[in-house]
């Protein structure tokens, strides 16, 4: 299971920290993601990170903003959202993939949390 929390109403240029955290089967997951969605458009990859930690994936649309960090011991994986845009809002979904391949594709992430709100105010 996983479960997001961190999302909120922050205005244009603020800051937000998602959080993951897994539960279960956690020793299968070697790599974990965040995506993200708006009404009417496909789910958007934003960011993704390995079990150790030494390689990181962003959209470009993110880049130099947005920072993932991930703490094993808490089975835990973050989102850290510097100078928030409004086209940055959007729901943010965690994910976690068990392939041990680097990047996973969309399509091999296994598990999924139900979602959190991001809005960004202009």
């Known amino acids: 299971q996983l479960a997001e929390s961190g999302g909120g109403l922050v205005q244009a240029g603020g800051s937000l920290r998602l959080s993951c955290a897994a539960s279960?089967?956690?020793?299968?997951?070697?790599?974990m993601g965040w995506f993200r969605q708006t009404p009417g458009k496909d789910r958007e990859f934003v960011s993704s990170i390995i079990y150790s930690g030494d390689k990181t994936q962003y959209a470009d649309s993110v880049r130099g903003r947005f920072t993932i960090s991930r703490d094993n011991a808490e089975n835990t994986v973050y989102l850290q959202m510097d100078g928030l845009k409004p086209e940055d809002t959007a729901v943010y979904y965690c994910?976690?993939?068990?392939?041990?391949?680097?990047?996973?594709?969309?399509?091999?992430?296994?598990?999924w949390g139900q979602g959190t709100q991001v809005t960004v105010s202009s």
């Open positions: 279960g089967r956690t020793y299968s997951i070697n790599a």
């Open positions: 994910a976690a993939s068990a392939v041990l391949t680097w990047p996973p594709m969309t399509d091999e992430y296994d598990y």
